[in-house]
């Protein structure tokens, strides 16, 4: 089986590949580098083995997607992980946003409808949420006014694809991620930010190498057990794997509907400074912070109910916060090596 993943050269992307490759899939990866680096192939290559065909590919060309296809018609599903995502990037530039989120979804869809049946991942974000009312957050929970054009394209990306399966072969599956954190056990592939790390997980591992001079906790007043923020953080792996296991379901069209959603986390919710405590564990030293004002556009609370996950995918977070840390660790050591 051939299986298109766009975007398979980022971090979330990379590490699907891995898992889709263990399982047996053939791979072929596009991706516009804008926002990683080809030595990410060899690391999944050291890891199974198996070099995925890749094409560098800009899919905002709609030309590009229908040559594309034309080329590869034995393209049996597709992981859509292409996307700009960086939260404060998209309030200063929402075009590129619009533009790189959503009209590449078209193209692909475009094509995809024209198939006699299309499996297809998408990859959407619990920012879609916003601050929910209730926790754990459930699938169910209401779809907020998003705090961001990014926010906003995974929305608009879910409207677009459940209308579209309506009316094509298309079957879909969102996935709503939490936080995802860490590293492929091997340190082959990991979280590659380019330029000043917008995520706490790569900042807090720069600042364990000593490459940032402190973290800056972003706000100690929140309505929380110790005052920051709280949120999901998942390990990439079993991120990774709950791709595979969402993409056999609609292969082997075991879904109930032609679009189900699926929240993926660990049901867990960790604090800032509880983050930073379980990477001191984790490296034994300890992590220079300063308590600074709150981000704006940042929530105070989100982790996940992963029940349906959990019952229905058959898919259970597997790695405690600690390994997840342990792993990120391990990949910045090696990257800096
Ligand atoms: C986590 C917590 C920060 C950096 C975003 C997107 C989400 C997904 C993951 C793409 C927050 C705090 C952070 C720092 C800090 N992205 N923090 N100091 O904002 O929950 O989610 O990234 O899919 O869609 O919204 O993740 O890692 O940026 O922040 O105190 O230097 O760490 O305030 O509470 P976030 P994050």
Redesign the pocket.
């Known amino acids: 089986m051939k299986i298109l993943v766009t975007g398979g050269l980022g971090f979330i992307g990379s590490h699907t590949v891995v898992e889709l490759q263990n399982q047996g899939f053939e791979v072929v990866i596009v991706d516009d580098l804008s926002n990683t680096s080809m030595t990410v192939l060899d690391g999944i290559k050291n890891i199974t083995g198996k070099v995925p065909v890749f094409e560098k590919l800009d899919l905002r060309v709609k030309n590009n997607v229908q040559d594309f296809f034309s080329r590869n018609q034995d393209i049996a599903g597709v992981i859509h992980f292409a996307a700009s995502?960086a939260?404060g990037e998209s309030v200063e530039n929402p075009l590129l946003y619009y533009e790189n989120n959503i009209n590449a979804l078209v193209y692909l869809l475009q094509e995809l409808q024209k198939k006699e049946a299309a499996s297809f991942i998408f990859s959407s974000?619990?920012?879609v949420y916003g601050q929910a009312e209730k926790m754990p957050i459930t699938e169910n929970a209401p779809i907020q006014t998003a705090m961001s054009p990014?926010?906003n394209t995974k929305q608009i990306g879910e409207e677009i694809i459940t209308d579209t399966a309506k009316v094509t072969n298309i079957n879909a599956i969102l996935l709503r991620?939490f936080?995802?954190i860490g590293s492929h056990p091997s340190a082959e592939i990991g979280e590659l930010p380019l330029g000043v790390p917008?995520?706490?997980?790569p900042?807090i591992t720069q600042t364990g190498m000593g490459l940032r001079k402190e973290?800056?906790?972003?706000?100690d007043d929140y309505p929380t057990s110790d005052g920051?923020?709280v949120?999901d953080y998942i390990h990439v792996v079993d991120l990774a794997k709950a791709h595979v296991i969402a993409l056999k379901r609609l292969l082997d069209k075991k879904n109930l509907e032609k679009v189900e959603t699926f929240n993926l986390g660990t049901g867990t919710g960790s604090s800032?400074l509880e983050v930073i405590q379980a990477f001191e564990k984790v490296n034994g030293q300890k992590l220079p912070y300063k308590l600074v004002g709150r981000?704006e556009g940042?929530i105070t609370e989100?982790y996940a109910n992963t029940d349906k996950a959990n019952t229905v995918l058959g898919w259970k977070a597997q790695s405690t916060l600690e390994e997840a840390m342990a792993s990120a660790w391990k990949w910045e050591q090696k990257v800096r090596s």
Do not use: E, H, I, M
Request: aromatic fraction near 14%; proline fraction near 4%; charge should be positive.
């Open positions: 995502k939260v974000s619990c920012t990014y926010g991620y936080n995802p917008q995520n706490l997980v900042f973290l800056s906790v972003y706000g920051t923020a949120r800032v981000r940042d989100a």
